[in-house]
């Protein structure tokens, strides 16, 4: 996949693997990376899919209507990707954290569903459901942390209700905020992400 990295500063093994919205491409959450964990190494995606000149990481049928073959699909090529990036870069992919908006939120939130791949977390963004969890024998517990609106127009908080829930189910461990600015990305998430990932156990406290 298309891609760029950078090594984390300052030694740490923490890596934040990011996946824009719709239309977007592998810059658009660099601020955010900068804002939530300035010293990670990070890994900036693509999507491979073009929708009328957009950028995504899966087709869909409409707004909202998910292509599941195609989905299947290219979350089993992420899982393979970010195997081969963390051997080939030489980070630790048990300490990296997925950070997606939007269509990005939803592959990550597929990549948690639909594999059992090992990874230290995920913030996702404005997320739906976009599939079913699949049953995996011996999948690895994640820490999630959610941002929904009550008024998002295109992920819809029903859709990322029912995403929270399926996430507890296979035993995630979901951190849910739920916020009322639409499909926007704000300042106030940005920061409830970050206080966020440095509970996690291999991340410096905030002081
Ligand atoms: C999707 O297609 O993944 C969702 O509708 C969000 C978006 O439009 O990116």
Not at 27 to 46: E, K, M
Not at 55 to 72: C, E, H, I, S, T
Not at 87 to 116: E, H, M, P, W
Not at 123 to 145: G, T, W
Request: aromatic content about 8%.
């Amino acid at each position: 996949m298309f891609h760029r990295y950078h090594s984390p500063k300052e030694n740490n093994s923490r890596t934040l693997v990011l996946l824009h919205g719709t239309g977007g491409d592998e810059n658009d959450l660099l601020d955010v990376a900068a804002w939530i964990d300035p010293s990670a190494g990070i890994l900036a995606l693509r999507g491979d899919v073009v929708e009328q000149g957009q950028n995504r990481f899966f087709k869909r049928l409409a707004p909202g209507v998910f292509d599941q073959a195609d989905l299947a699909l290219r979350t089993n090529n992420l899982a393979a990707f970010l195997n081969d990036a963390s051997i080939r870069y030489g980070f630790d992919l048990d300490k990296a954290i997925l950070v997606g908006y939007s269509n990005g939120a939803n592959i990550a939130a597929s990549l948690l569903l639909q594999t059992g791949v090992s990874i230290g977390g995920a913030v996702l963004l404005h997320p739906m459901l976009p599939c079913q969890a699949r049953q995996i024998l011996d999948r690895p517990s994640i820490p999630v942390f959610m941002a929904a609106s009550s008024n998002d127009p295109i992920a819809p908080f029903a859709s990322a209700a029912a995403l929270e829930q399926e996430l507890r189910n296979i035993h995630h461990n979901v951190t849910m905020r739920v916020g009322a600015s639409g499909h926007r990305l704000t300042m106030e998430t940005i920061e409830a992400a970050k206080q966020w990932l440095h509970t996690q156990p291999y991340y410096p406290r905030i002081r």
